[in-house]
């Protein structure tokens, strides 16, 4: 009878084989990690900044004013016209659209210039009185028309292009309350993006400048 306990897989049984002493599963081997993208892990929305709601011209103005003093510079105001004292708060100080303009114009000037002297040298050129085929003085009116109209569009576009126009979708539209901005309320807000952006602390920075209320702009 002792014989026969001895016997491998006897005290168990043939089925009831000891599985952490099996080769496929070792014991000390650690379970695999989990993945980070489980449905069970909430995967929090990335935020493109925080928002502030003033009811005033001279809040906001003034909230702008600390936040840029407090170092923030990816900032932004929003209010239903414009607001001079806002975009100096903001440090928003130059602008490349006189640059553009000025570019555009010279554009202008020297393509209206150079076209008509083509026509009248090379293209097609008429002895008229005996007048030099380089007669400049004729060519200024059209000259100055080019100048105006290429500046025209320079001014045009080149504000459309600074100010990312047309623009279908912008974060800020998925603030609750941001349909008001072209009524009678005021919006100021910190973009995730700035250097010095901490969410908590900029929430709290937000909160001391006594707006109506701070929201999160989801992206």
């Known amino acids: 009878m002792a014989d026969e306990k001895d016997k491998p897989g006897e005290e168990y049984g043939d089925d ?8 496929r599963l070792p014991v000390s081997a650690s379970p695999a990690p989990p993945i980070s993208l ?20 001279s809040d906001v103005v003034a909230a702008a004013r600390r936040t840029y ?21 903001i440090g928003f100080h130059h602008t490349r659209l006189p ?3 000025l570019i555009g114009g ?3 000037g020297l393509g209206g210039f150079l076209m008509q ?53 912008h974060p800020v539209f998925n603030a609750p309350n941001f349909k008001l901005a072209s009524r009678d309320t005021f919006f100021l807000v910190i973009e ?21 209320e701070v929201c999160d702009v989801e992206v």
């Not at 009831?16 to 080769?23: E, G, K, L």
């Not at 003093?69 to 708060?89: C, F, K, T, V």
């Not at 200024?140 to 001014?155: D, G, H, Q, S, Y």
């Not at 700035?194 to 709290?204: L, N, Q």
């Open 106 to 108: 010279i554009i202008g």
């Open 38 to 57: 489980s449905p069970r892990l909430p995967i929090s929305p990335s935020l493109y900044g925080v928002m502030a709601e003033f009811d005033n011209p």
């Open 99 to 101: 640059i553009i303009v």
């Open 192 to 212: 995730a993006n700035d250097p010095r952006y901490d969410h908590d602390e900029v929430v709290e920075f937000l909160k001391s400048l006594e707006p109506k």
């Open 117 to 169: 002297y083509y026509l009248a040298v090379f293209d097609y050129p008429l002895n008229v009185g005996g007048k030099p085929f380089n007669s400049w003085p004729a060519f200024v009116p059209i000259t100055f028309e080019m100048t105006i109209l290429c500046a025209a569009f320079a001014a045009v576009f080149g504000m459309l292009a600074l100010n990312k126009l047309p623009q279908p979708y």
């Open 69 to 89: 003093e407090a170092g923030y510079r990816r900032i932004n105001g929003y209010s239903p016209y414009p607001i001079e004292e806002l975009w100096e708060a």
């Open 16 to 23: 009831d084989t000891d599985i952490s002493a099996s080769p």
